[in-house]
């Protein structure tokens, strides 16, 4: 069963996961693995605070345990718990003085609480185990930044992005480090490199509209500013920045409405709710969003309905509201993977294979279906699941949470074919850390001789926070000093 719900955590199916590791504590309450995994689901379902309680359940059954220290800490920093998360973290590094990603959660940490002597301290033990860690010296960066140095700020992020080009938190950090130093041109062409591998990103449609204004290119920071509120920033100062570009460009009437809406922003009720009804989807409590849904019609509330009642086991009615919509020009690629993922859920596979081989059969097939086959091939034992999420794995400019998803997934298959090397180079990958890199689905520990520690530690010890935690949406393009805190 752990071996199960380890695949579907993997895959990010967290309602799947969450039920057999409920399963798996109610056979075995003392299960500290199982509570260990359940409030990791529980995170990312968004319930932090049940996933905190729980870690500290976790923590009190195994102090000694740095990963689940760690992990502890690292739910404290999502909670805004500074002072909790720093005393975390300082025990799992007393426990582990290598513990790289301990001493970078630290210096997050630190920046957050506006202590960059600190954070700048933390970052460089970080360093002094790994010289070419990309995330200390994007802390080492931000802490200059927020000290005024950006000649020094800029240099670190420089060299976060030779050792990790895709890192995007630096480039923007590094972009936002030329804007502050008045460099417009080059603050732009790190915006607008973000933009053209993901146009998707807010942050970076704002900042690069703060370039153009700097550079005197009123219509283009217009457009850019309008972009980020397209993506959801709904805050005051990016209106004022769009009232100021558009009063620049001669509209001065229309920066005079867009000023007063800076002053009393009221969102349209209708896409609050739906916010609402989403975020409590993401809480797992399907029927509030229910609740919240039963006003409106349509095909993106029909889809949050079809959430909901996945969520609720009620497969028969989400496949039902799904299917109302299959014939409309709206219905997305996403829309129709996740249709299919239900129907493989009451046993009608072969309608979902067919689903998914039509989009295999493109010419360029959509990422998420190679995904999903690759996942559906290597839960199957079928090899050439391993081939096609290799394939995508190399895929240049891939986002890093799909990479994550796509490592994850391989980790646990090349775990349960036996091939524990392999299976150990993915979750090294993932974690950064070959101390935590052969821990997988349990069997590898027992297998590797080499560690002899083993023994001594629960099968998940490596096996949850990883340098990249935390995931929380609090932490996501938003690492102190960005001016989104």
């Known amino acids: 069963m752990m071996e199960q719900a380890q695949q579907l955590f993997d895959a990010g199916q967290w309602p799947e996961a969450e039920e057999?590791?409920?399963?798996?504590?109610?056979?075995?309450?003392?299960?500290?693995?199982a509570l260990f995994m359940l409030a990791l689901v529980r995170q990312r379902l968004g319930a932090a605070a049940e996933a905190l309680e729980m870690m500290h359940k976790v923590a009190q059954r195994d102090p000694e345990n740095p990963n689940v220290l760690y992990t502890l800490g690292t739910?404290?920093?999502?909670?805004?718990?500074?002072?909790?998360?720093?005393?975390?973290?300082?025990?799992?590094?007393?426990?582990?003085?290598?513990?790289?990603?301990?001493?970078n959660a630290l210096a997050f940490v630190e920046l957050a609480a506006s202590n960059f002597s600190a954070a700048e301290n933390a970052a460089n033990m970080a360093l002094a185990e790994d010289p070419k860690n990309a995330q200390a010296m994007v802390y080492l960066g931000s802490a200059k930044l927020e000290q005024g140095d950006t000649t020094k700020a800029i240099s670190y992020f420089q060299e976060a992005l030779k050792e990790a080009p895709e890192h995007q938190s630096a480039r923007i950090l590094l972009g936002r480090a030329f804007l502050v130093a008045g460099n417009h041109a080059f603050a732009e062409?790190?915006?607008?490199?973000?933009?053209?591998?993901?146009?998707?990103?807010?942050?970076?449609?704002?900042?690069?509209?703060?370039a153009q204004a700097g550079a005197g290119q009123h219509v283009d920071a217009s457009t850019s500013f309008r972009n980020a509120l397209s993506l959801g920033v709904r805050k005051p100062s990016l209106l004022r920045a769009l009232a100021e570009a558009e009063r620049a460009a001669g509209n001065e009437d229309l920066a005079e409405e867009i000023l007063q809406q800076?002053?009393?922003?009221?969102?349209?009720?209708?896409?609050?709710?739906?916010?609402?009804?989403?975020?409590?989807?993401?809480?797992?409590?399907?029927?509030?969003a229910l609740d919240l849904l039963q006003n409106y019609?349509?095909?993106?509330?029909?889809?949050?309905?079809?959430?909901?009642?996945?969520?609720?086991?009620?497969?028969?009615?989400?496949?039902?509201?799904?299917?109302?919509?299959?014939?409309?020009?709206?219905?997305?690629?996403?829309?129709?993977?996740?249709?299919?993922?239900?129907?493989?859920?009451?046993?009608?596979e072969a309608e979902a294979d067919t689903i998914v081989d039509e989009m295999m059969g493109r010419e360029d097939p959509p990422l998420a279906a190679r995904i999903f086959r690759g996942f559906q091939l290597c839960r199957a034992g079928d090899t050439d699941g391993i081939e096609?999420?290799?394939?995508?794995?190399?895929?240049?400019?891939?986002?890093?949470?799909?990479?994550?998803?796509?490592?994850?997934?391989?980790?646990?298959?090349?775990?349960?074919?036996?091939?524990?090397d392999e299976a150990g180079q993915y979750f090294e990958k993932i974690s950064g850390r070959v101390s935590g890199a052969f821990i997988v689905a349990g069997s590898v520990a027992r297998e590797n001789e080499d560690f002899?520690?083993?023994?001594?530690?629960?099968?998940?010890?490596?096996?949850?926070?990883?340098?990249?935690?935390?995931?929380?949406?609090?932490?996501?393009?938003?690492?102190?000093?960005?001016?989104?805190e």
């Open 75 to 103: 739910m404290q920093a999502s909670a805004r718990e500074l002072d909790d998360a720093r005393e975390s973290y300082l025990k799992a590094i007393q426990l582990d003085p290598f513990n790289i990603d301990a001493h």
């Open 189 to 210: 062409q790190c915006f607008k490199t973000i933009l053209e591998q993901n146009p998707r990103v807010p942050q970076a449609w704002e900042f690069l509209g703060q």
């Open 20 to 33: 057999l590791y409920r399963k798996e504590l109610a056979r075995d309450p003392d299960s500290i693995e």
């Open 388 to 420: 096609m999420l290799q394939a995508v794995e190399q895929i240049e400019g891939l986002d890093e949470v799909e990479l994550r998803r796509v490592r994850r997934i391989l980790a646990a298959t090349f775990d349960r074919l036996g091939q524990f």
């Open 452 to 484: 002899l520690e083993s023994e001594q530690r629960p099968a998940f010890a490596g096996r949850g926070a990883t340098h990249e935690l935390p995931e929380d949406p609090l932490f996501l393009l938003a690492w102190p000093g960005m001016g989104h």
């Open 262 to 288: 800076a002053e009393d922003p009221k969102p349209d009720k209708a896409i609050a709710e739906l916010a609402r009804a989403s975020a409590a989807i993401a809480r797992g409590k399907p029927r509030e």
């Open 297 to 348: 019609d349509g095909l993106q509330v029909d889809m949050l309905r079809a959430s909901a009642l996945e969520q609720m086991r009620e497969f028969d009615a989400a496949i039902e509201l799904v299917e109302r919509h299959l014939d409309s020009d709206e219905v997305t690629d996403e829309v129709r993977l996740s249709y299919a993922r239900v129907l493989a859920k009451v046993g009608r």
